[in-house]
């Protein structure tokens, strides 16, 4: 299994430019989540998504969108970048239901808008 | 609301000294408790989790006990390797109808010197 796979792994962007990063999964989980880690912060939730064709905002969903057309990808999306968006950007997925269960994170995207 | 509080790093340490890392939690209702670790570079991975009080989550020679009278859930490690060198997220999981929020805290920082 590959768990859960984010690409690319670094990006830089201009200020304005748009970007989407990608994220896949192969264990069949339904639910799906992107965070951002700020340095010295904890993990903020951005958007999350509890199956195919649901997805939500979380705490901090102002500059991006998701979409989630299948049950494997759930990309996000910026469409005018700003400073203040750069930021590791990490996806993770769970099975669906209780809360006793773990995430599995993918490896991440470090993003820089400049 | 919920939230998650971590003892401030960074926390240095010589090998195979002592660990302690401090996790308190305020939340409603029977939350389940975890600990991430994040090494140089890599996402987060589930290290322990405790589903119910006074349940002791233990992996890789780490341990953690759901403490619900104190609120506390705390890491230790009785022996520190230089390869545990990362940062250790407290999180706790509120089971919703909606989704399973997981809450995380800041982190710790650990650098253990030979």
């Known amino acids: 299994n590959a768990g859960v796979t984010q690409t690319p792994k670094f990006r830089i962007l201009k200020i304005g430019q748009s970007m989407t990063l990608q994220c896949a999964q192969d264990m069949n989980h339904n639910y799906m989540y992107w965070y951002r880690q700020d340095p010295g912060m904890g993990l903020k939730l951005i958007y999350y998504s509890v199956g195919a064709g649901i997805t939500d905002k979380g705490e901090v969903p102002n500059g991006y969108n998701v979409s989630r057309s299948t049950t494997e990808d759930f990309p996000l999306r910026l469409e005018l970048a700003a400073p203040s968006q750069t930021s590791v950007y990490f996806c993770?997925?769970?099975?669906?239901?209780?809360?006793?269960?773990?995430?599995?994170f993918g490896s991440g995207t470090r993003l820089t808008v400049v | 609301g919920n939230s998650v509080t971590q003892m401030e790093g960074p926390v240095t340490l010589s090998e195979e000294a002592f660990l302690t890392i401090n996790c308190t939690y305020t939340a409603t209702g029977y939350p389940s408790l975890f600990w991430y670790v994040q090494y140089p570079g890599e996402g987060l991975q589930l290290l322990l989790k405790?589903?119910?009080?006074?349940d002791k989550g233990s992996n890789k020679g780490f341990e953690a006990t759901y403490r619900k009278e104190t609120t506390s859930f705390h890491l230790e490690k009785g022996s520190v390797q230089v390869s545990d060198s990362a940062v250790y997220f407290c999180a706790l999981s509120e089971a919703k109808t909606s989704y399973d929020k997981v809450i995380f805290g800041p982190g710790t920082s650990l650098s253990v010197i030979p």
């Open positions: 993770a997925s769970r099975i669906s239901g209780q809360g006793a269960s773990g995430y599995t």
């Open positions: 405790a589903t119910k009080a006074d």
